[in-house]
């Protein structure tokens, strides 16, 4: 019984394998180059969409830091690289309205924001080496921002950011004043508040360095003696544009006009200054005089609170005595004219 049953299904499988062999065979005779040119498009389309979605769009992680009027680059290529000479790459602006701000398909410029006119290229040759970079011509300060790059025949986004710097480095009008030992912050941050943190940032004190940071972290070889071991910035401050220096166990020595300063910003920006006056520590005999001082001002303060509290409730005794003796047969009477009263005081508030 089991013999037949297999010899059944073998028969039957048999029987399906030669049938969809003899319908191959019979296409295969009928349409012969069709079916090639199909399997050959097939495997080209498959594998250009697997190289091309192997690559990352990259664009730089650092903003780009320009000045107004300057030519600036948006660099973003692909790695691996792919050529997208023939294909579309969106560059836009989240923000703007209309955001495009440069439009490329079938190898020209489809389509930008009026504002950006005549004021953007993308690199003809450098696209089908996969470098998608837009250049922006004579930025103006309007131009900072996220841009975002696009490429649709891969689904790949990416974004940079631009700072235009027309920004004033802003140091303090007024004088820091601090006493000798102690640890002072010498204030200076960016008009624009933008992430330093990528540049470089120098602080000087009469032209001798006093702090330099510059590749992402202090570099003080430089650094006058005499400031060694005593200065340190703000990072997380640093990436809202704020530069302010901390000086420890400040000496007589350091009073003077300090510099802070932003050399990619230097065309446009002047230097912040900080004058810093340094006192001397006071002396125990000052000390302690101010300390009589405040406890002199402590019973001073002390007596005139007593004082009022102590008049208060007397007067507060003495209204309550008073109302009591009037108390007998007025009650009546006395009532409708606080409620007046209480009218009043709310048409005066009112
Ligand atoms: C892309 O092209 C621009 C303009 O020629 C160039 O500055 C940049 O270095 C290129 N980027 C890469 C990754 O080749
Ligand atoms: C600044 O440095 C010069 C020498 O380089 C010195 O003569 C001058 O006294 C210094 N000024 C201050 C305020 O330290
Ligand atoms: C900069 O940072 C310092 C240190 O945290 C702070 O004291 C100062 O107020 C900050 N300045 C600005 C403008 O935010
Ligand atoms: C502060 O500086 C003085 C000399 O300028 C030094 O004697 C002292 O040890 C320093 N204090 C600290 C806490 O570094
Ligand atoms: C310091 O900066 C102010 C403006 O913030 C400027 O008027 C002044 O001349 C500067 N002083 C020095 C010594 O650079
Ligand atoms: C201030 O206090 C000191 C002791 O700390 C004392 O000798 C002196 O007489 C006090 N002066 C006054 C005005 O109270």
Not at 292 to 305: E, L
Request: glycine share 6%; hydrophobic share 35%; aromatic share 6%.
């Amino acid at each position: 019984m089991p013999h037949q049953q297999m010899n059944c299904i073998s028969s039957i499988l048999f029987f399906r394998k030669r049938e969809i062999c003899s319908v191959t065979s019979t296409m295969a005779l009928l349409y012969p180059a069709t079916i090639m040119k199909l399997l050959l498009v097939l495997m080209s389309t498959l594998s250009l969409v697997d190289a091309a979605a192997l690559s990352a769009l990259i664009c730089s992680h650092q903003p780009i830091v320009a000045l107004a009027g300057d030519d600036v680059i948006l660099p973003c290529h692909l790695e691996p690289a792919v050529s997208a000479s023939s294909e579309t790459v969106e560059w836009t602006k989240p923000g703007l309205d209309p955001e495009h701000i440069h439009i490329h398909q079938d190898g020209r410029l489809m389509y930008q924001n009026p504002s950006y006119n005549d004021r953007t290229i993308l690199f003809m040759d450098e696209l089908t080496k996969g470098n998608v970079s837009l250049k922006i011509f004579s930025v103006k300060t309007s131009d900072a921002g996220k841009y975002k790059c696009f490429l649709p025949f891969i689904q790949k986004e990416a974004s940079i950011q631009l700072i235009v710097g027309e920004s004033d480095v802003i140091g303090s009008h007024e004088p820091v004043t601090v006493v000798v030992g102690d640890d002072v912050i010498l204030p200076c941050h960016l008009e624009t508040p933008f992430d330093v943190k990528t540049l470089t940032v120098e602080w000087t004190y009469n032209k001798t360095i006093a702090h330099i940071y510059r590749n992402k972290k202090d570099d003080l070889v430089d650094q006058d003696q005499k400031f060694k071991g005593r200065t340190s910035l703000f990072p997380d401050e640093m990436t809202k544009g704020n530069i302010s220096l901390k000086l420890t166990n400040v000496t007589e020595q350091d009073a003077g006009i300090f510099n802070c300063y932003v050399p990619k910003l230097h065309s446009q920006v002047k230097k912040g200054n900080i004058t810093l006056n340094v006192e001397k520590k006071p002396g125990p005999v000052r000390r302690s005089q101010t300390d009589n001082d405040s406890i002199v001002g402590i019973v001073v303060v002390g007596i005139i609170v007593t004082s009022i509290v102590g008049a208060v409730l007397l007067k507060m005794r003495h209204d309550k005595g008073g109302q009591n003796m009037g108390n007998t047969g007025d009650c009546e009477e006395n009532n409708p004219e606080t409620v007046i009263l209480n009218e009043e005081d709310i048409s005066d508030t009112a």
